[in-house]
């Protein structure tokens, strides 16, 4: 396999075969973001990601490759066509192959129709991980998101639709002090209209490179503390209605890590919460990590 840059996947893809699709970020506006700054968007040929998986094959010979993840930053942008004909090549090289999944961009999931979508999964493409970040309209206008509540809605319901696992990353504490409650409240919203199977919780570390860490150089934001997340955590936890999905903030930058389904363990999440709040025990900044 070939790599050109950084390459991110999902912590629950550690173990996955990955194979570059795209190269960056077609959108690249979002003001927290540094993964994709340093590369130009362009979509690989179909050719050179095919060579990618022969050599997989030959690398991983006797080794069963069960999970496939196609990078980069949003994998559904392109052509239906063209993603059908690299599904087709996964299962023709890894017929063990149990998930194939992908980043999918909001937009790009609204500009698939319901058929193509529904191509895509009998093809093989089982999952989609979606960054809603917030449901607020304020914070995803601050945050140059490029999409609104109402198309993470329309985009999350398509894929649950086309009958694909879809697994939704917010991020806690965008909104700073200023949105804080419209954030998990908004949140909250979305999270109620479209029940994905995963909801993970990062919370906001500033990275060098990125608009906003010239705006925290500026003086320009008001970030939240620990105990600030915890209070937005909680309001979210109570807010949303969302039976049967998981929900996880146990990532590496998170303060403190919480876990339970919705909506039957909101008391347990909502005591784990309470715990840290108690005992004031956080993660310290110098071992989060994105
Ligand atoms: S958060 Fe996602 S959409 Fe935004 S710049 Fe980063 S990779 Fe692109």
Request: include cysteine; hydrophobic fraction near 40%; charge should be negative.
């Amino acid at each position: 396999m070939r790599y050109e840059g950084a390459v991110y996947r999902p912590p629950s893809e550690a173990s996955s075969l990955i194979i570059q699709f795209t190269i960056g970020c077609a959108r690249n506006t979002c003001t927290f973001c540094a993964m994709y700054k340093d590369k130009n968007f362009r979509i690989r040929p179909l050719k050179d990601v095919e060579e990618d998986l022969e050599m997989a094959r030959s690398y991983y010979r006797n080794i069963p490759v069960k999970r496939i993840f196609l990078a980069d930053g949003d994998a559904l942008i392109v052509k239906t066509a063209d993603m059908l004909h690299i599904l087709a090549k996964c299962k023709e090289y890894f017929p063990e192959v149990e998930r194939i999944s992908v980043y999918g961009a909001p937009k790009d999931i609204i500009h698939k129709t319901p058929e193509e979508l529904a191509q895509l999964k009998a093809a093989g493409l089982d999952m989609v991980y979606m960054g809603l970040e917030s449901g607020s309209d304020e914070v995803l206008l601050e945050v140059k998101k490029g999409a609104t509540q109402a198309e993470m809605i329309a985009a999350g319901k398509k894929v649950k639709d086309a009958g694909m696992i879809l697994s939704m990353t917010v991020i806690s504490g965008l909104g700073g002090k200023k949105y804080w409650k419209e954030h998990a409240m908004e949140t909250a919203k979305v999270i109620t209209a479209i029940k994905p199977e995963y909801i993970g919780f990062l919370t906001l570390m500033i990275e060098e490179g990125t608009p906003m860490y010239e705006q925290q150089q500026r003086g320009e934001l008001n970030l939240l503390t620990p105990h600030e997340v915890l209070d937005e955590t909680e309001l979210f936890i109570k807010t949303v209605d969302a039976e049967g999905t998981m929900f996880r903030s146990n990532h590496a930058s998170n303060y403190t890590p919480l876990a339970g389904t919705l909506n039957f363990e909101k008391d347990k999440i909502l005591a784990q919460i309470e715990h840290s709040r108690q005992n004031s025990r956080f993660r310290s900044d110098i071992f989060r990590g994105i």
